[in-house]
Nanobody, 123 residues
Framework: QVQLVESGGGLVQAGGSLRLACAASGRTFRLYAVGWFRQAPGKERELVARISSGGSTYYADFVKGRFTISRDNDKNTAYLQMNSLTPEDTTVYFC?????????????????WGQGTQVTVSS
């Protein structure tokens, strides 16, 4: 089992950058795939990016070229570097983890979740 805590959200102007962090408890973090999701009010939670236990990455089309997911297993932390932010990126971002597959894309496939961190991009 793993517990996740996000940090790094905040207010930024359009075109700016933020780096989100997802700190995990436990000694087996390296065995988990980590996904970053976001959920706007009234919408389904959607996958933004995913990193496998081996470091392979996946990005949703709407963030390709702007966001970068990474992980530091020594620090039990995954990151989401967000550049060229737009007001459309404003929402709550969540990290999630799964030890059973590196390829999950749906939120119901991830059993472990953080509490979320708010990202607000002003125009």
């Amino acid at each position: 089992q793993v517990q996740l805590v996000e940090s790094g959200g905040g207010l930024v102007q359009a075109g700016g950058s933020l780096r989100l962090a997802c700190a995990a408890s436990g000694r087996t973090f390296r065995l988990y795939a980590v996904g970053w999701f976001r959920q706007a009010p009234g919408k389904e939670r959607e996958l933004v990016a995913r990193i496998s236990s081996g470091g392979s990455t996946y990005y949703a089309d709407f963030v390709k070229g702007r966001f970068t997911i990474s992980r530091d297993n020594d620090k039990n932390t995954a990151y989401l570097q967000m550049n060229s932010l737009t007001p459309e990126d404003t929402t709550v971002y969540f990290c999630a983890a799964s030890s059973t597959s590196n390829y999950y894309t749906r939120m119901d496939q991830y059993p472990y979740w953080g509490q979320g961190t708010q990202v607000t991009v002003s125009s």
